[in-house]
């Protein structure tokens, strides 16, 4: 589907009467705990945004006489916020967004729904005072870049919802783009030198663009009088049903949303029938919400692949796809407490619906491959023990460790731990070859004393914020062979990557490093970096280097 790329929140919060001059600034989360000129680094979007702002400015020479403000020292006015300008935008940010020097001054405009080579239309929300860039929304494409292609555009939301903001781009310009945030985060974040980064391997990706989350979390709000209600012993009142969506780019509202073309099917099917019974329900809310769509499968017996079996719960979003060979029937769960099912490789993986799992399936066969073929040296002997820290609820334990003779997980939640145990029981897997630990995932070395570090390989993946220290120093110590590190946040992973190949105090050198697309159409990029252990007086030889980048294959 097409559609017009105009204008965006501009057109619906137009002038100063319906916005606050400041409202744009939750564009950024700010980590409260850590300011962004530490040196540990919090990989928050300000932060990685601020990186990219700098480079451009330097890039171009523009300095702003020792003050940070961007506008040369207060020699130059600024525009006043919600001036509309037109600007050529000549970056991609790491956080998604198009970036523009603002004529005349030594500042970057931030654009969103913008890419390099458009002319655009922005209006100016605001000017941040302590760093040389501003916020803008996107009001129109004047003249669009060569690489620009609306009738790309899959969602009637595009330019107004905060999500998906590259689906103007083709796949392979998106692949290449989330190819250089790894490149630029290794560079700003790692504080290695260049020759200890290996060329950043292609971006794999899974077969689809659109279509593929397994989980929606759409919200709305309380009506404005509620807090006051209640506070009064009143009951909340709804004098209409409240939009049911996802942010508006650039403010604090919610956007009705009615579909969401990345969903899975029976996850778009069970959008629609969430929404309709909050819109029946919405007098029993006292508050705002979010609800949970998750997609949960069963495989059909093969006698009868097409019969969908009268005990389905939510029949009306149910669905059948065969996946190499097995029928499987995909429905919706919206309670998250009950438990969801998802099948990689033909391993079954049960969740509470609520809890964390990877949310596209699309990929996960693609990056479980890839990361078989990678976690044992390339050429010495297999090794036999895996350490499995940040579990969850057993991915990789599960699908890794029939290449090993001992695995051990460990995760904070003990929930999802409980679940890593039962994963493993359904897979056939027994406690003598995989077991778990309910704990802070430093507590993992206290357990792992009788592994052999030379022989044992440690997958981490942590959430966003990273490893710790504590974790890392813990880490340095026990010296695995392999360290397989996943991540969501390529920035984090680059700043342990640092410690732990810390040419002074680190053991490891960077094999390989590459990106997955779990989340096409964003500029997020999953990064799987694959260390191997220093050998005493060893330097990998960039020749060695150039081997492991040239055996990365595209998905
Ligand atoms: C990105 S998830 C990965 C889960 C799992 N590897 C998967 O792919 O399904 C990160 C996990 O780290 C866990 N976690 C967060 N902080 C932790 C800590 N300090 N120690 C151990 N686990 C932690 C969370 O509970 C969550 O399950």
Redesign the pocket.
């Known amino acids: 589907m097409g559609t017009t790329v105009e204008s965006n929140t501009a057109a619906q919060t137009n002038g100063t009467k319906k916005r606050a001059f400041n409202e744009g600034k939750r564009h950024f989360k700010k980590n409260k705990k850590q300011k962004i000129d530490t040196n540990w680094s919090d990989g928050s979007n300000e932060e990685v945004l601020l990186k990219d702002v700098r480079s451009l400015l330097d890039r171009l020479n523009l300095k702003n006489g020792g003050s940070d403000d961007g506008n040369e020292g207060g020699k130059t006015e600024l525009p006043e916020p919600f001036t509309e300008v037109d600007l050529d935008i000549t970056d991609l940010s790491s956080v998604g967004d198009g970036l523009a020097v603002l004529p005349g001054s030594s500042r970057v405009v931030v654009v969103p729904f913008a890419m390099p080579g458009d002319r655009v239309t922005a209006k100016l929300i605001r000017h941040d005072r302590q760093h040389p860039f501003t916020v803008a929304d996107f009001v129109k494409v004047v003249t669009p870049s060569e690489r620009r292609d609306d009738s790309r555009i899959g969602c009637q939301y595009f330019s107004k919802c905060s999500g998906c903001q590259f689906q103007m781009m083709s796949r392979d310009d998106q692949l290449a783009h989330k190819r250089t945030i790894i490149e630029k985060a290794y560079r700003h974040f790692s504080g290695l030198p260049a020759s200890a980064v290996p060329t950043v391997g292609n971006t794999k990706h899974g077969e689809r663009e659109y279509g593929y989350r397994t989980k929606l979390t759409p919200h709305f709000d309380a009506p404005p009088h509620a807090r006051r209600d209640r506070r009064h012993g009143n009951p909340v009142t709804w004098e209409s049903v409240p939009p049911i969506g996802f942010m508006l780019k650039g403010t604090r509202k919610t956007m009705d949303i009615e579909d969401c073309p990345i969903g899975t099917d029976a996850v778009r099917r069970g959008l629609k029938r969430e929404r309709q019974r909050v819109t029946e329900e919405i007098h029993t809310y006292k508050r705002g919400a979010t609800l949970l769509c998750r997609e949960h499968t069963t495989p059909l017996p093969l006698s009868s692949p097409d019969t969908i079996p009268s005990d389905t719960s939510n029949p009306s979003d149910a669905l059948i796809e065969t996946v190499d060979s097995t029928p499987y029937l995909r429905t919706c769960i919206t309670d998250p407490k009950s438990i969801s099912t998802e099948y990689v490789l033909n391993k079954r993986f049960d969740n509470p619906a609520g809890a964390?799992?990877?949310n596209n399936n699309d990929i996960l066969p693609v990056f479980i491959r890839r990361i078989r073929s990678l976690i044992h040296p390339p050429s010495s002997p297999p090794l036999t023990h895996l350490v499995?820290?940040?579990?969850?609820?057993g991915?990789?334990t599960v699908s890794l460790s029939d290449l090993f003779t001992h695995s051990i997980g460990?995760?904070?939640?003990a929930q999802?731990i409980a679940f890593a145990s039962t994963n493993a029981a359904h897979n056939g897997i027994p406690s003598s070859r995989a077991s778990f630990i309910a704990?802070?995932?430093?507590d993992i070395f206290a357990h792992v004393r009788d592994f052999p570090a030379d022989k044992t390989a440690v997958v981490l993946?942590?959430?966003r914020k990273g490893c710790?220290m504590p974790?890392l120093r813990q880490l340095l110590e026990f010296a695995p062979k392999r360290v397989c590190y996943?991540s969501?946040n390529v920035h984090t992973q680059a700043r342990d990557v640092g410690v732990l190949c810390d040419p002074a105090t680190g053991k490891y050198e960077i094999e390989s490093v590459e990106g997955f697309d779990f989340f096409p159409l964003t500029a997020h990029v999953e990064g799987l970096a694959i260390l191997r252990l220093r050998e005493e007086g060893d330097t990998a030889s960039d020749e060695q280097k150039l081997d492991v980048t040239a055996e990365t294959v595209d998905a």
């Not at 499995?388 to 609820?393: L, N, P, R, T």
């Not at 704990?439 to 430093?442: L, P, T």
């Open positions: 964390f799992f990877q499995d820290a940040y579990s969850g609820s991915l990789f460990i995760d904070v939640s999802s704990g802070d995932a430093a993946d942590p959430s710790d974790f996943v969501c």
